[in-house]
């Protein structure tokens, strides 16, 4: 087993100095984000109870079904419209945003501003 390469060090240590500041309740859940190399993840989470009220991921069919993207930001984009719908759905419209240690940047801020677009007050 090799040791973790210190870009991926340095964002576990911003990781955890943010989730010392922030968490989500009932009303005000968390809104995280997770980038890997070809996907995006977002999940809608209350930290009181510990579920995972809504997710979505490139990976979905839902997605996958829509017509193809021009780049990796437009798709993270539609991500994050599709995060804010299910949730305003379910009767959330305000999150606390959770970059994951992740810089605000690219496709972070993408998913932020779909979300915001599409409703969800960040």
Same mark, same amino acid.
């Given at each position: 087993?090799?040791?973790?390469?210190?870009?991926?060090?340095?964002?576990?240590? #911003?990781?955890?100095?943010?989730?010392?500041?922030? %968490?989500?309740? %009932? /009303?005000?859940? #968390?809104?995280?984000? =997770?980038?890997?190399?070809?996907?995006?993840?977002?999940?809608?989470?209350? /930290?009181?109870?510990?579920?995972?009220?809504?997710?979505?991921?490139? $990976?979905?069919?839902?997605?996958?079904?829509?017509?193809?993207?021009? $780049?990796?930001?437009?798709?993270?984009? =539609?991500?994050?419209?599709?995060?804010?719908?299910?949730?305003? $759905?379910?009767?959330?419209?305000?999150?606390?945003?959770?970059? $994951?240690?992740?810089?605000?940047?690219?496709?972070?801020?993408?998913?932020? /501003?779909?979300?915001?677009?599409?409703?969800?007050?960040?």
């Amino acid at each position: 087993m090799g040791a973790i390469n210190s870009k991926k060090k340095a964002r576990l240590k #911003r990781k955890i100095r943010i989730r010392k500041k922030i %968490s989500g309740t %009932s /009303d005000k859940p #968390r809104l995280s984000v =997770f980038r890997s190399a070809g996907h995006i993840y977002a999940q809608v989470i209350d /930290d009181t109870k510990g579920h995972t009220l809504f997710a979505v991921s490139t $990976n979905e069919k839902a997605v996958k079904t829509e017509p193809e993207f021009k $780049n990796k930001i437009s798709l993270s984009f =539609f991500v994050g419209e599709l995060i804010a719908q299910r949730a305003i $759905n379910g009767g959330i419209k305000k999150v606390v945003f959770d970059r $994951n240690g992740f810089l605000y940047h690219g496709r972070v801020k993408a998913v932020a /501003d779909g979300a915001r677009k599409a409703g969800l007050r960040l």
